[in-house]
């Protein structure tokens, strides 16, 4: 509740703030809030992956973009209103959305009767790898990592072909 | 190089730490929480590190920009390239029963091999696109 009740604070302060290095250093520290979030809910996968890119890659990242324009917004040319009633509409929806949702660490739920269990039962017999996630991730689901690999592929190129100047010299 | 010198010495002191965490973070996801992603994401940022601290140029000494580019799509040919031995060996695409003599090997180190790609192709994203950002901010 702590935790949430911060990243509330921090994300009302991005909001606020017109510099926008302090933006980036903001969502750094979201990021890093969020991470310990994962973390409270048992997820410390998660929680290294928010940590490191979240908070440490995309921040250089941004910094880096940064550094090729202006540190100032510039002041918004239309009115806010239509964006924020979109946004504020469709976050009631997730709301709403989430009334239905069974209550957190339920032990009949979907989540846990189901596949969940299977893989906790039989992941160790079939792969010898303690940790479930790894052997959900890189076995079960291996072609679902392929694609997220192949994804950070296309990134890749996708911002090299972008950044790069047409005819610079790779050195 | 006129940077605060104890940014350097701390940095300095801190790289191979955070090398030997992302490899760490790599072999050791089998029995801790990890693996290639997260692995690639920390190996990148000791790389990013260096050169924030010590020059984009520096840095390039280090991890050539060939070596980077040429990093991005050796990982998804390991991660692919696994697919298609499991299949010559006769069972489905990144099934890795057959990879070994038992099964139970098999997925053992078709995972491993499997997240190795992954941290391959992961590292070389982040810092060609470090590189990319870096490189045009320097004209």
Redesign the interface.
Same mark, same amino acid.
């Given at each position: 509740m702590v935790l949430l009740t911060l990243i509330a604070v921090i994300t009302i302060a991005v909001i606020r703030v017109h510099n926008l290095f302090a933006v980036v250093v903001l969502f750094s520290a979201y990021s890093f809030l969020m991470a310990s979030v994962m973390l409270v809910l048992d997820a $410390? %996968?998660v929680? *290294? @992956?928010e940590a490191?890119?979240g908070a440490? !890659?995309s921040t #250089?990242?941004l910094l880096?973009?940064l550094? *090729?324009t202006r540190t100032s917004e510039t002041p918004p040319r239309f009115s806010n209103w239509l964006p924020l009633v979109v946004a504020g509409g469709i976050g009631a929806m997730l709301i709403w959305g989430t009334w239905e949702m069974p209550g957190f660490g339920l032990a009949d739920t979907p989540v846990n009767t189901g596949v969940g269990s299977a893989y906790l039962e039989r992941s160790y $017999? /079939? @792969?010898?790898? $303690?940790?479930v996630? @790894?052997?959900v991730?890189?076995?079960y689901r291996?072609?679902d990592? *392929?694609g /997220?690999? @192949?994804v950070?592929?296309v990134?890749? !190129?996708g #911002?090299?072909m972008l950044?790069?100047?047409p005819g610079e010299k /790779? %050195? | 190089m006129r940077l605060d010198v104890v940014l350097r010495v701390i940095s300095k002191l801190f790289i191979p730490f955070i090398l030997i965490f992302a490899l760490y973070?790599q072999f050791h996801?089998?029995?801790?929480?990890?693996?290639g992603?997260?692995a690639g994401?920390?190996f +990148? =940022?000791a790389i990013?590190l260096y050169a924030?601290i010590f020059g984009l140029d520096a840095a390039q000494r280090v991890m050539p920009?060939?070596l980077v580019?040429f990093m &991005?799509?050796l990982?998804?040919l390991i991660? =692919?390239g696994t697919?298609v031995a499991s299949m010559i060996l006769g069972a489905a695409y990144?099934d890795?029963d057959p990879l070994l003599p038992y +099964? &139970?090997?098999g997925?053992?180190w078709?995972?491993l091999l499997?997240?190795f790609?992954?941290l391959v192709?992961?590292t070389?994203?982040?810092i +060609?696109?470090?590189y990319?950002? +870096?490189a045009?901010?320097r004209t």
């Open positions: $410390p %996968d929680a *290294l @992956t490191a890119v440490g !890659i #250089v990242l880096g973009a550094h *090729l $017999p /079939e @792969t010898h790898v $303690p940790n996630v @790894t052997a991730l890189a076995s291996g072609y990592t *392929l /997220e690999v @192949t950070v592929f990134a890749a !190129i #911002v090299l950044l790069r100047r /790779e %050195d | 973070v996801g089998h029995y801790s929480p990890g693996g992603f997260q994401v920390i +990148a =940022a990013v924030i920009p060939r580019e &991005v799509p990982g998804v991660f =692919a697919g990144l890795y +099964a &139970v090997d997925q053992y078709g995972i499997v997240e790609g992954v192709t992961v070389g994203a982040m +060609a696109i470090f990319a950002f +870096a045009r901010g």
